[in-house]
């Protein structure tokens, strides 16, 4: 069984960093892409940004491309989301999750392991 644990959400004002961690749990980690999504309160989930194997490709989402910042650690089981130039509309729940297999995706249902969320608040 694999485990998504989610650290470094906070409450922020508008223009400020955060870098959320994401650690796995596992050996098989670096075999598979990655993804982290985000949730605002009365709003579906969306796709953030996406990762592969090995990190030689990634692909963000037009609303945080420029800002955003998915990179991976494989030795450490650990995907990043390096946040910056944080905006109220950027304000929700934050998840990462791992892909069924080792290419990028934007689709939520490529991704069979979730995390249980951290929250990310932007103040204007």
């Known amino acids: 069984q694999v485990q998504l644990l989610e650290s470094g959400g906070g409450l922020v004002q508008a223009g400020a960093s955060l870098r959320l961690s994401c650690a796995a749990s596992g050996r098989t980690f670096s075999s598979y892409a990655m993804g982290w999504f985000r949730q605002a309160p009365g709003k579906e989930r969306e796709f953030v940004a996406t990762?592969?194997?090995?990190?030689?490709?990634?692909y963000s989402a037009d609303s945080v491309k420029g800002r955003f910042t998915i990179s991976r650690d494989n030795a450490k089981n650990t995907v990043y989301l390096q946040m910056n130039s944080l905006k109220p509309a950027d304000t929700a729940v934050y998840y990462c999750?791992?892909?069924?297999?080792?290419?990028?995706?934007?689709?939520?249902?490529?991704?069979?392991?979730w995390g249980q969320g951290t929250q990310v608040t932007v103040s204007s």
């Open positions: 999750a791992r892909s069924r297999g080792p290419s990028t995706s934007s689709f939520s249902t490529s991704y069979d392991y």
């Open positions: 990762i592969n194997w090995n990190g030689g490709l990634t």
